[in-house]
């Protein structure tokens, strides 16, 4: 007591003791900061979980909801496929009935309708031969009418049948040489070029085009043959063959010196009994340019014409090329 030691030994375990117990009033302040930031990250995580479940059940249910729309799209498709194949066939079935019909019809036109008009033209043909010095000369005008009736009728027959074969038949596509072509369809029509005297050109080398080598040359010989008919009286027809490669396609012209095409009726022409001249002036059925169509739709193709260089026209078709492919 004299010396104060025990005072301040119990000054110095006061403050140790003060220093302790401020030390652990902050790590319990700590502490507690500590677990309510713990308690809201967990109530964070607890709405974020809510949050997700419920965002989880929501996509559930749209999946469920989805899969079943799916299912009733697949039985409504299923259905619908069901009923157009069922049209289908009904319409497949109906076709081949017309198309029977037609082939029925055409062998009428082709067998009972030809032979009445042979018989026609045969005893026409016979009275002019055996009673023309008796017939007068009315009646022998008669007699050649007759006979070019008969024979106009027969080639609109076979023009027709002509044409309709054209639809039904089968068309194989294979590499054409047009050159081979277009001398087939000049040789089978020489006779023609001698007794015009026409003048014919062919721009050599021709191409290679995929092509029915029977319905091409059915389109060349109208388009030939239109060239030395439709040149007006007196002229001597002239025809260019030539063809110009476009890429994928070659275009074959024909052009002639003829009496040319009003552009009013550049379309109109490929229709089928469309004639822009009296059959007294130029004879035939009508059908020849309609044939060119669909012979040209029937193998991919397509037709045209356009203004003459000069006089006359140019008419072409076109094919898909195929050069580099051997012919056949």
């Not at 022998?140 to 609109?156: D, G, K, P, W």
């Not at 000069?310 to 056949?328: K, N, P, T």
């Amino acid at each position: 007591m004299r010396t104060d030691a025990g005072q301040s030994l119990m000054e110095d375990i006061d403050a140790v003791i003060g220093e302790f117990e401020r030390a652990e009033q902050d790590i319990m302040v700590a502490r507690s900061s500590l677990l309510e930031d713990q308690a809201r990250w967990a109530a964070r995580i607890s709405a974020l979980t809510a949050l997700l479940a419920l965002a989880v059940s929501a996509v559930g249910v749209l999946w469920l909801a989805r899969q079943r729309a799916d299912a009733r799209l697949l039985e409504a498709e299923r259905r619908f496929r069901q009923n157009l194949e069922r049209q289908v066939e009904s319409r497949t079935e109906q076709l081949t009935q017309v198309n029977r019909e037609l082939d029925a019809f055409a062998y009428t036109i082709s067998h009972d309708l030809r032979a009445p008009l042979r018989a026609m033209h045969g005893y026409a043909d016979a009275l002019a031969e055996d009673y023309a010095p008796i017939l007068p000369e009315q009646g022998r005008r008669f007699t050649q009418r007759i006979m070019a009736a008969a024979a106009r009728m027969e080639e609109l027959i076979q023009d027709i049948l002509t044409y309709s074969r054209l639809s039904r038949e089968e068309v194989k596509l294979r590499p054409v040489s047009l050159e081979e072509a277009v001398d087939r369809v000049l040789a089978h029509a020489r006779m023609r070029i001698e007794e015009t005297g026409a003048e014919v050109e062919v721009e050599r080398p021709l191409a290679i085009v995929s092509a029915h080598p029977a319905t091409l040359e059915q389109a060349l010989d109208n388009l030939i043959a239109n060239a030395l008919k439709f040149v007006a009286p007196g002229e001597r027809p002239r025809v260019r063959i030539r063809a110009e490669n476009q890429g994928e396609r070659v275009r074959v012209w024909v052009g002639d010196n003829g009496i040319g095409i009003d552009p009013a009726h550049r379309d109109r022409i490929f229709e089928p009994f469309q004639r822009l001249h009296g059959i007294e002036t130029y004879p035939g059925t009508g059908i020849g340019l309609a044939i060119v169509r669909r012979s040209l739709e029937r193998m991919g193709g397509r037709c045209g014409v356009a203004p003459g260089e000069g006089r006359g026209s140019r008419f072409w078709i076109e094919l898909r090329s195929a050069d580099g492919e051997m012919a056949q």
